[in-house]
């Protein structure tokens, strides 16, 4: 409620072209498609825990005609529909409950095609798009069975049935299971559209979850990281915007290669961080190296325990500061930077037991259970991306490690022929991930690895947006792996997540 | 340091030399939870003809804790005892599809070892390779691969993948030949009947030949043969004979 009211009084920062901060009188929050303002070198929002700040390389961004920022299709969708700056270029909960409180069903955001829980609902009531207002959740409907990057089908070595359908979608005749083009609908958060030069580094030539090289780019013939979509389902960020074109945005046609390379340019120019906490102050004070700069100027795709830098030595300098500067802080700045400091070694050093985990503990080599700690997947200095990309089961969206969802569908998936390596025959699932791109058993549940900045400006979190916040990811952590977190580590965790 | 992990990847066979009486069993895994940091956990299992505890830590792929492994070692020459067995090593363990009860036990005073990086381990594509360099020579190499297995596991098939896959790239254009071996001659072990399906021969050699197309080989220059002649690369098998069969061989001769 408070956050509520923090956000609603906050005021946004507009920062002009040459970084010389400027108090304007500022624009809503939210970037509506063909607004025409101009999109700043620096641009700070207000969130919860402090301010979120995009940087964009080579100076300001005309958007009036951009097509990241215009609708071209008849649903009056732009990219940044659900890509808001404000929300670390993904889309917050927060965000689409004020868009609804505010338009309605009118909103291009709750479009019938995945903006709402089913096109086939009366679009004009909220309960019809309940999973986007109240769990930040976008429709992905993807073809049953899977068809490759070629669009031909796959044959899957497991069947799926629909065991409960809250969203009615998946036994909806026209758009279910059952219909004359077989479609199974998932929900999933919206993943933030910046820091690309980490996102689609890659730290090795192979894929160790997938056993083989990379993937690799059909139109360029080169390898490309596998950080990209949840499942998987293309191999690049402009296969990644023809996908988006045709499902969320309803354009009518495909886009060209101009407005591709528009699009790429903006977002590979685009860097974002948390840059100020309300409590602990800018996250590169007194030696701290957080926040959007070091991302703009730092190499990607480095393994932090191995020639990189260690995931989260941001903040190191917060720790090892002399007790004379430490005096001069107050007592609140004190307490947060050294929590977000111990935060940091906690991430690296705590290590747990990681036990049945496709992606980890299968089929790798890498033993079931193996003890390591949160650097084990998220390794990348700077990013905390995988730097041997591909997808992993942490039980988010799996029964029985899964959260109770009873607003997401619930799957049952027997696997045909292997059972799966770690749940056996039979799963319930409220989401394949993975296996809707591969066809496989084994890869039920497995989801990519998501990015860790911004974090504050985008909640809830997990792909399906069962972590309301940040203590949740970590209280989801800990049941899942009976970490033994003591309650000091657990907000120490929290304090870092809330800095990046 | 390329050329030198090249040069030793061609530790020709015979090499094996059979000092000390390899062993070879099917059984359950055990998981002592040594914490020693990451990694850093032992691996216990019982020989069930004889109830003696073996480590086979020291294995490149772990066990899964829910199912049988096949466990192929000799005794090392190490006595050192940090986890509660006696130590298997080289060795190699073979998850099987056989169910196990899962158990762990607490560290109890042992330590278990700290990890280091083996030195089978592919390096980042940042950090600068050493290209061969003219004239070059044919090439000759080998992969090995888990009991029923085509998967390329991490820190040991991937090490020597990579090393088939940049001379490869290095010397294009060239001739590769690769061919797939599967251990079809069947064998009583701890009383399980074990044998692979010999179209797991083909399996392997597809995944191999997949990989160095995806890595930029021209497809066309990329053929499967039924056998190649000669050597096959012992330093794959650390000088084991059991796991010798499940491999692919590779020959690259440049143009």
């Not at chain 1, 700077?382 to 799957?411: E, I």
């Not at chain 1, 066809?439 to 309301?468: E, K």
Request: glycine content about 8%.
């Amino acid at each position: 409620m408070l956050a509520r009211g923090l956000l609603a009084a906050a005021a946004t920062v507009f920062v002009g072209a040459v970084g010389v901060a400027q108090i304007r009188q500022e624009p809503d929050r939210w970037w509506n498609p063909g607004e025409g303002r101009i999109f700043p070198a620096t641009l700070d929002y207000q969130n919860e825990n402090g301010t979120l700040r995009l940087l964009l390389d080579g100076g300001p961004l005309k958007t009036e005609g951009h097509p990241f920022f215009t609708a071209s299709g008849p649903n009056g969708r732009a990219c940044v529909t659900c890509h808001q700056p404000a929300d670390a270029m993904s889309l917050s909960a927060e965000s689409a409950r004020r868009q609804w409180d505010r338009n309605g069903a009118r909103d291009p955001l709750f479009a019938a095609s995945d903006g709402s829980n089913c096109p086939s609902l009366p679009q004009a009531e909220r309960a019809s798009h309940s999973l986007l207002i109240d769990h930040g959740l976008i429709r992905i409907a993807r073809h049953w069975p899977p068809r490759d990057l070629g669009g031909k089908p796959i044959k899957p070595d497991f069947r799926i049935d629909v065991v409960r359908d809250p969203s009615t979608c998946n036994t909806d005749p026209r758009y279910g299971l059952t219909s004359a083009t077989p479609m199974l609908s998932v929900f999933r958060r919206p993943r933030p559209v910046a820091n690309f030069k980490y996102i689609e580094a890659m730290g090795f030539a192979y894929d160790p979850k997938a056993g083989m090289p990379l993937q690799v780019d059909p139109e360029t013939g080169k390898p490309v990281s596998g950080n990209l979509m949840a499942d998987g389902r293309v191999p690049t960020l402009a296969a990644q915007m023809r996908d988006a074109a045709s499902a969320h945005l309803g354009f009518l046609k495909q886009m060209d290669a101009q407005d591709i390379a528009r699009i790429l340019d903006f977002e590979r120019r685009l860097y974002v961080a948390q840059q100020q906490d309300r409590t602990g102050g800018a996250v590169d004070a007194d030696g701290a190296i957080g926040g959007p700069r070091t991302l703009q100027v730092s190499q990607p795709g480095r393994l932090g325990s191995d020639g990189g830098a260690p995931v989260w030595s941001e903040f190191e300098a917060w720790e090892k500061v002399p007790e004379a500067t430490k005096a001069k802080w107050s007592p609140e700045v004190r307490k947060f930077r050294e929590s977000v400091a111990r935060g940091a070694r906690v991430f690296r050093e705590k290590t747990f037991l990681i036990s049945d985990t496709a992606g980890i503990n299968s089929p790798i080599g890498f033993g079931n259970p193996v003890r390591n700690s949160c650097v084990f997947c998220h390794n990348m200095s700077y990013m905390g991306m995988d730097v041997a990309p591909g997808q992993v089961d942490l039980g988010t969206t799996n029964q029985p490690f899964a959260d109770p969802a009873p607003h997401l569908p619930l799957f049952r998936v027997t696997c045909l022929g292997k059972p799966h390596p770690h749940y056996g025959r039979t799963i319930l699932t409220s989401d394949p991930g993975y296996a809707l791109t591969t066809g496989r058993c084994a890869d039920v549940g497995r989801i990519t690895l998501q990015t860790m900045r911004g974090l504050s400006a985008r909640a809830p979190y997990f792909s399906n947006g069962s972590a309301r916040d940040l203590r949740g990811v970590i209280d989801y952590y800990e049941r899942r792996y009976t970490i033994g977190y003591s309650e000091q580590e657990k907000q120490d965790l929290v304090n870092l997540m809330r800095a990046l | 340091m390329i050329r030198g992990a090249f040069l030793s990847l061609l530790a020709f066979a015979p090499a094996v030399e059979d000092s000390v009486k390899p062993l070879r069993f099917v059984a359950c895994p055990v998981y002592r939870d040594t914490d020693n940091g990451r990694k850093s956990g032992c691996w216990l299992t019982s020989d069930p003809a004889t109830g003696v505890r073996y480590d086979v830590t020291a294995a490149p792929t772990k066990p899964d804790w829910n199912h049988a492994i096949l466990v192929e070692g000799k005794l090392s020459a190490d006595a050192t005892d940090h986890c509660g067995g006696r130590v298997l090593e080289p060795v190699r363990v073979s998850v099987l599809e056989g169910a196990c009860t899962r158990h762990l036990l607490p560290a109890e005073g042992y330590k278990g070892r700290r990890f280091a990086l083996p030195e089978r381990n592919v390096r980042p594509l940042y950090q600068a390779r050493k290209q061969q360099q003219k004239p070059f020579v044919e090439g000759r190499f080998t992969i090995p691969f888990d009991y029923r297995s085509s998967f390329i596991s991490y820190q040991i098939s991937d090490y020597y993948l990579d090393a088939t896959i940049n001379y490869a790239l290095d010397v294009q254009p060239a001739v590769i030949e690769i061919a797939g071996t599967a251990q079809t001659r069947p064998a009583m072990v701890s009383g399980v009947r074990l044998a692979e399906d010999a179209a797991l021969a083909r399996s392997r050699a597809e995944v191999v030949r997949k990989a160095l197309i995806l890595r930029g080989i021209p497809a066309q220059r990329v053929r499967i043969v039924e056998r190649l002649p000669g050597p096959f690369v012992a330093a794959a098998f650390d000088g084991l004979n059991s796991p010798v069969d499940r491999r692919v061989d590779i020959r690259i001769r440049p143009e």
